[in-house]
């Protein structure tokens, strides 16, 4: 049972690009709320603010590339998707983001308190990236072709 997503996830809890009035340039927002269809709430995944959604100007294009970029990234490593399944096209940014920061991921214990965002190495899955958290003790995490719920802060 493979978990799909579309790259573009336009739904309460999906994440966007949009220009945050805080840091003042386009981030990587998660949509809290939405009125007809169209985005209207917004919270910026880099500095936490909540506020109404303003479109990156020249989005449509920008997306195009992002997904041929993608799609080209995705022919190089073919042996991830050799085993049938899909590679995220999140992950393989969120990936490329964290070879960029020189940053290592953590390794995964059960009773580590983690958060969204950070990146850890699992024994069995290999990469994830820490996509939301469960108070008190789960998390989602993404690895390359499907979203775990992970146990952490367990003492
Ligand atoms: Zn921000």
Redesign the pocket.
């Given at each position: 049972m493979a978990y799909t997503r579309p790259l573009a996830d336009i739904r309460v809890g999906g994440e966007i690009d949009a220009v945050?009035t805080?840091?003042r340039v386009i981030?990587i927002h998660r949509i809290v709320a939405m009125v007809d269809g169209q985005v209207r709430r917004v919270i910026?995944l880099?500095?936490d603010?909540q506020h109404n959604y303003h479109q990156p100007p020249g989005e449509k294009r920008q997306i195009t590339e992002k997904v041929k970029r993608v799609a080209k990234d995705m022919k190089k490593t073919s042996s991830f998707s050799a085993g049938g399944g899909r590679v995220f096209a999140m992950w393989m940014e969120s990936k490329q983001a964290l070879a960029d920061s020189g940053a290592s991921p953590r390794a995964y214990n059960i009773k580590d308190l983690f958060e969204a965002g950070q990146a850890l190495n699992h024994p069995k899955f290999g990469l994830g990236f820490v996509q939301k958290i469960i108070p008190p003790n789960k998390m989602e995490v993404m690895f390359d072709n499907e979203i775990k719920t992970l146990a952490m802060n367990v003492s």
């Open positions: 945050c805080r840091c981030t910026c880099s500095c603010s």
